[in-house]
């Protein structure tokens, strides 16, 4: 049960369009009640401290926010954490907490989407949890669940599975492996992949997953570019200049 000295901690969701070159009215994707109380936060855990203030700026935009920029109290989480990730235990988070022990409210923030989701922040909400600190997930995008959403697949049966191999040889079998389990469970495997790799990682899907299996791609998701694609691998072989995905995607196998 929350403290009444404690602050809580909010899971702030950010646009989908990070590292896009395009930017949408950030009205379009994110609910004016998350906005709003975003910018009553004035203490906050990140990724990135230059992208965080990069977004406050977006929210003040729309909402005033309780302090300037540049008082803004902001944390990153340590660099650890962005390449092994932090739900496996070795990381403590507590210390990033303390504003909220001294009563102050603390955002969570990742880059693009819901933090602890497909990206860091599970260890900042478990720690919360452990000190006693209310934990309140605000409203905004989920790639995995519009791709999800959109994909004609298994909504009711899924699992996330993170990042494939890079080698090719490790990256052939996961896929094989994920495919037998869609075939046989009917559930839905959603995946991700580095930009810059899509295109290797789509020409692997298509050459590797069984004709009668549905893969599904979704691009550039609530941007006006956005692309969602959903196709048995016959139908995405006989596509002629099959899509080559430049910007963050969701992949989805299953039947």
Not at 148 to 169: I, K, M, R
Request: charged share 20%; with cysteine; net charge positive.
């Amino acid at each position: 049960m929350n403290s009444p000295t404690h602050g809580k901690l909010y899971l702030v969701p950010a646009p989908l369009d990070f590292g896009c070159d395009e930017q949408r009215d950030i009205k379009e994707t994110l609910p004016l009640g998350t906005l709003q109380a975003a910018a009553r936060i004035t203490h906050w855990i990140c990724e990135n401290a230059k992208s965080a203030r990069a977004y406050l700026k977006r929210i003040e935009a729309v909402a005033p926010l309780a302090a300037p920029l540049q008082a803004q109290q902001i944390q990153e989480l340590p660099r650890e954490v962005h390449k092994k990730g932090d739900h496996g235990g070795q990381f403590d988070a507590r210390p990033l907490l303390a504003a909220a022990l001294n009563g102050h409210d603390v955002g969570l923030l990742s880059e693009a989407g819901m933090p602890a989701v497909a990206d860091p922040g599970s260890s900042v909400a478990k720690a919360a949890h452990d000190l006693g600190i209310t934990v309140v997930p605000l409203v905004g995008p989920v790639s995995l669940l519009l791709t999800l959403a959109a994909s004609g697949l298994n909504g009711q049966n899924f699992a996330f599975v993170g990042y494939l191999p890079q080698d090719a040889e490790a990256r052939i079998r996961r896929i094989r492996e994920l495919e037998a389990l869609a075939l046989k469970t009917g559930q839905t495997q959603l995946f991700i992949e580095t930009p810059y790799r899509n295109a290797a990682l789509l020409q692997a899907l298509t050459q590797t997953l069984q004709h009668n299996t549905r893969l599904a791609v979704a691009s550039g998701l609530t941007l006006s570019s956005s692309r969602i694609q959903s196709h048995t691998v016959k139908a995405w072989r006989a596509m002629p200049g099959r899509q080559d995905e430049r910007m963050p995607a969701v992949f989805a196998i299953g039947r």
